[in-house]
Structures are given as C-alpha cells and as structure tokens.
C-alpha cells in the first residue's frame, strides 16, 4: 500500500512539474506575443507617419498644378499647350496675364470610348500665383462650357488627399440644400459659417452633434488604433510608456542590424 501512495505521490510530482513547465513557456509565449504585438502596432504607427509626411511632400510638389475636368478629347489637337493658353485666355479673360504653363497633357491612362468622359487636363504652372489666379478666376465665372459641357477647374491633389474630401461630398450637398455658407480646407477640412460666426469643424461627429446631418451618413472610418487581444489592459504611467518604447525601437534597431548584414 506504502509503495503504491509513493508511486501515485511520484506520478503527481512530475504531472505538477510538468503543468509548471508548461505554464512558464505558455506565459514566455504570450510575453513575446505581446511584445511582438506591439512592435506591429509601433510600426504601423510609424508608417502611417511617414506616409503622411510623404503625402504632405507630393502635396507641395503639386502646389502649381491644376486640374481641368470636361475638356472632350482630341479638343487640343497635335499642342495642349498652345490650346489650353488660348482657351484660358478667352475664358478667364486673362489676355494680359502671361501664363507660364511650362507643362500640361491629359491624366495618364488609356483614351477612353467616345461617350465616356474625358481624361482630366493636369496643368502645371511656373508661377504659383499665376495657377491661383486662373483658380480664383474660374471660381468667380462659376461656371464654363466647352462645346456644350461644363469645364470644372480644381486643385491637383494627391490621391490620399482626394479620396479623404470625396468623402465629405454627401456633407458639402447637405450644407447646400441648407444653405449655410462653408469652406472645405486642405486637406479635408470644413469652416462653417454660422450665425455666431466661423467654426472650423475636422470630423462628421461635429455636424452630426449639431443636427446639419443624419446619424448614419457621412460617417468617416475610424483612425483609432485597435487593442489587440494581448496587449496589457488599463493605463500605464508615462514612464512605463517610455521605455516600452526605447525597448521596441532597440528591437527594431536590431532587427534591421541583422537584415542589413545577412
């Protein structure tokens, strides 16, 4: 009886050893998940950073540039350039306004069926004040035709930026057809006018909170970071934050040490 109570006692010892065992590695595994966790969520960070810097870069690159959207194909025959200083001139009024279009062709792209629309016309000017010019001149006149269509002249965004203010189209019409005076700024920024005076309004929560437009509409996706499901819970002091991130950097630092050398 002795010796079968020493066995079971012996079984029992080494089943705990080995639970214990198995808890460490499990705890090393979700320690390194966590780590790992993070180092993805510092780095999308940081490429979300980077991306708007280079976004911000090509912004300023295009600071000279428009774009000219209705203008029906093969209307600038062999030279855009002479075509577009002309029809500007006559259309804007500018005859005494050297223009100094130092580049212009149509949105790259295959020429589209005749019944589809035009390829835009991207204009580049030497002048910045000379393309605000053409922009404020276009604006005052409203509206321009060519052969029977309309003409729109905007400002040649980068595709981040563009997506991000069609995004607020249904915003703009709903303004409209309640005829409150706004600005949409750069890069995707409204300044209503109320009685009270301007308000600069960043996100559709704001216009909702005040009526201007229904819940469920005009809802622009989240840019919060999501918590992963291993990541520490609750706050953690500024210098806990601190050096959870040097150790994330230092990881990553190595990381790139190893890739360079192999």
């Known amino acids: 009886m002795s010796t079968k109570l020493n066995d079971i006692s012996s079984e029992l010892k080494e089943i705990t050893d080995r639970v214990e065992a198995t808890e460490q590695r499990v705890a090393e595994v979700e320690e390194s998940h966590a780590e790992h966790a993070e180092m993805i969520t510092y780095t999308l960070e940081l490429q979300k950073s980077i991306q708007a810097q280079l976004t911000d870069l090509e912004a300023r690159s295009r600071r000279n540039n428009i774009r000219i959207r209705g203008i029906a194909e093969g209307s600038e025959g062999d030279n855009m350039k002479t075509f577009l200083e002309q029809f500007l ?34 204009v580049y000017f030497l002048e910045y004040t000379t393309k605000e010019q053409v922009l404020r001149s276009a604006w005052r006149k409203k509206e321009i035709h060519y052969k029977g269509k309309r003409v729109f002249f905007e400002q040649d965004y980068p595709t981040e930026i563009h997506v991000k203010r069609k995004a607020y189209t249904f915003i703009r019409k709903a303004l409209k057809e309640k005829g409150i005076r706004f600005q949409m700024l750069y890069p995707a920024k409204f300044r209503v006018f109320f009685d009270t005076g301007p308000v600069m309004e960043e996100t559709t929560d704001d216009l909702r909170k005040r009526g201007l437009i229904p819940d469920g509409h005009g809802a622009a996706p989240s840019t919060r970071s999501k918590q992963t499901s291993w990541e520490t819970a609750g706050p953690k002091s500024r210098r806990q934050q601190e050096i959870r991130l040097k150790h994330i950097q230092d990881k990553l630092k190595g990381f790139r040490r190893n890739e360079e050398s192999s």
């Open 89 to 122: 001139k006559d259309e804007l009024s500018l005859t005494e306004t050297p223009l100094g279009i130092q580049r212009c062709h149509r949105s790259l792209g295959p020429r589209p069926p005749q019944d589809s629309n035009p390829r835009s016309v991207l």
